[in-house]
T-cell receptor
Framework: NAGVMQNPRHLVRRRGQEARLRCSPM?????VYWYRQLPEEGLKFMVYLQKENIIDESGMPKERFSAEFPKEGPSILRIQQVVRGDSAAYFC?????????????FGPGTRLTVT | QQPVQSPQAVILREGEDAVINCSSS?????VHWYRQKHGEAPVFLMILLKGGEQKGHEKISASFNEKKQQSSLYLTASQLSYSGTYFCGTAAGNTPLVFGKGTRLSVIA
């Protein structure tokens, strides 16, 4: 049973470019969470999605960031016009059910470097 | 509000025990524990729900004290493979998890 998959694992972008991060949840999971992690810091919640719906985006910056989880295909976190401060590891996690009563399984992360 | 983890770092010799605490200023509904090795994904350890229950997984167990708004992770007879950073994630209700800054555990031979 394949785990959560993320690609690319490493992404380098120049300032002003767009970054697209992909996440395929575990088989049978329809709930996806995106987190950002800075070095030596904990994980910071960004957005929670179900298929075709954004459930909670309270942790996502209002500008330049967007997320989607289409009916078919992976969840995508999109960062437009990247800045150096966007450099971080971005993890997605999937869960079998809605809510914090259920475990979340993390993917290997995408390490974004903005030059 | 971000939970506070203590200690920030700990060094153990193989076979020693450790306790990692996670405290919140809010009434907690659930606490999740994860271990992350450098450059890797966080790995789920266990989840505790409101009710003061205790859970165990081999030599790793955890408790949840509702009244104190605190959870503790217990590692017994530590092994080299236990090294990593341990994070707790807390939720006051059906809200997103808020993670602590982590406790770095190093087990040496």
């Amino acid at each position: 049973n394949a785990g959560v998959m993320q690609n690319p694992r490493h992404l380098v972008r120049r300032r002003g470019q767009e970054a697209r991060l992909r996440c395929s949840p575990m088989k049978g999971h329809s709930h996806v969470y995106w987190y950002r992690q800075l070095p030596e810091e904990g994980l910071k919640f960004m957005v929670y999605l179900q298929k075709e719906n954004i459930i909670d985006e309270s942790g996502m910056p209002k500008e330049r960031f967007s997320a989607e989880f289409p009916k078919e295909g992976p969840s995508i976190l999109r960062i437009q016009q990247v800045v150096r401060g966007d450099s971080a590891a971005y993890f997605c996690a999937s869960s079998p059910e809605r809510g914090v009563s259920y475990e979340q399984y993390f993917g290997p992360g995408t390490r974004l470097t903005v030059t | 509000q971000q939970p506070v983890q203590s200690p920030q770092a700990v060094i153990l010799r193989e076979g020693e025990d450790a306790v990692i605490n996670c405290s919140s200023s809010k009434a907690l509904y659930s606490v999740h524990w994860y271990r992350q090795k450098h450059g890797e994904a966080p790995v789920f350890l266990m989840i505790l729900l409101k009710g003061g229950e205790q859970k165990g997984h081999e030599k790793i167990s955890a408790s949840f004290n509702e009244k104190k708004q605190q959870s503790s992770l217990y590692l017994t007879a530590s092994q080299l493979s236990y090294s990593g950073t341990y994070f707790c994630g807390t939720a006051a209700g059906n809200t997103p998890l808020v993670f602590g800054k982590g406790t770095r555990l190093s087990v040496i031979a």
